[in-house]
């Protein structure tokens, strides 16, 4: 089975931005709604946002509107969560999912990468 694999994250200051993408590490993930979720140190796993499966629709949780974006590129296999006006509070480690359905829930999806850690310094 495909698994995932993000890559990206590091250190940024506040205000700045970051590029995170995401690409199966077997096969590809066409056929499936891909998700970012992100965890704080000492928080539950939170829902960022989730692209359909062509990329023609995006939904995303309050905390990414007006500053994330989420696109894709099947052709290229890889994902991607532009991070744009970046907060200490966006600091955490950011796993891409997939699944058969755009839910909000860790549960809606079966496959998960190791994470990358997004640091953002005030």
């Known amino acids: 089975q495909a698994q995932l694999v993000e890559s990206g994250g590091g250190l940024v200051q506040a205000g700045g931005s970051l590029r995170l993408s995401c690409t199966a590490s077997e096969d590809t993930f066409g056929g499936y709604y891909m998700a970012w979720f992100r965890q704080a140190p000492g928080k539950e796993r939170e829902f960022v946002g989730v692209?359909?499966?062509?990329?023609?629709?995006?939904s995303y949780a309050d905390l990414a509107k007006g500053r994330f974006t989420i696109t894709r590129d099947n052709d290229k296999n890889l994902v991607y969560l532009q991070m744009n006006s970046l907060k200490p509070e966006d600091t955490a480690v950011y796993y891409c999912?997939?699944?058969?359905?755009?839910?909000?829930?860790?549960?809606?999806?079966?496959?998960w990468g190791q994470g990358t850690q997004v640091t953002v310094s005030s």
């Open positions: 999912a997939a699944g058969r359905t755009p839910g909000s829930r860790s549960e809606d999806y079966a496959y």
């Open positions: 692209i359909s499966v062509f990329g023609r629709s995006t």
